[in-house]
């Protein structure tokens, strides 16, 4: 079955880095977009940023533009998101998930998305 898996999460200085894990099974990686999302405390849960499929064509919202970097290894079934320049505002769940139909630009949009991982927890304090 569908499976995403979200993993590096954890505990990190303002100014500080992470990079999240998202492995994705039970189905081909290359045809889907997958976005990143996170949801903080009393929070709805917003995009932050996803990656088309065929062309790779990435979307990164305002709030972590020039700071965050999405990423993708078709062969290995990962997708990566690489989150420098941490700020305590980034503190949130985050959760990686797939649009369902094959071979489409990617969006951000929450209610797009089909499957999702279980969150990984990103903490940025001083």
């Known amino acids: 079955q569908v499976q995403l898996v979200e993993s590096g999460g954890g505990l990190v200085q303002p100014g500080g880095s992470l990079r999240l894990s998202c492995a994705a099974s039970?189905?081909?990686?290359?045809?889907?977009?997958i976005g990143w999302f996170r949801q903080a405390p009393g929070k709805e849960r917003e995009g932050v940023s996803c990656?088309?499929?065929?062309?790779?064509?990435?979307y990164y919202a305002d709030s972590v533009k020039g700071r965050f970097t999405i990423s993708r290894d078709n062969a290995k079934k990962m997708v990566y998101l690489q989150m420098n320049s941490l700020k305590p505002e980034d503190t949130a769940v985050y959760y990686c998930a797939r649009d369902p139909t094959p071979w489409r630009a990617c969006r951000v949009v929450v209610g797009l998305y089909d499957y999702w991982g279980q969150g990984t927890q990103v903490t940025v304090s001083s």
């Open positions: 039970g189905f081909t990686l290359d045809y889907y977009a």
């Open positions: 990656i088309s499929s065929s062309d790779g064509d990435t």
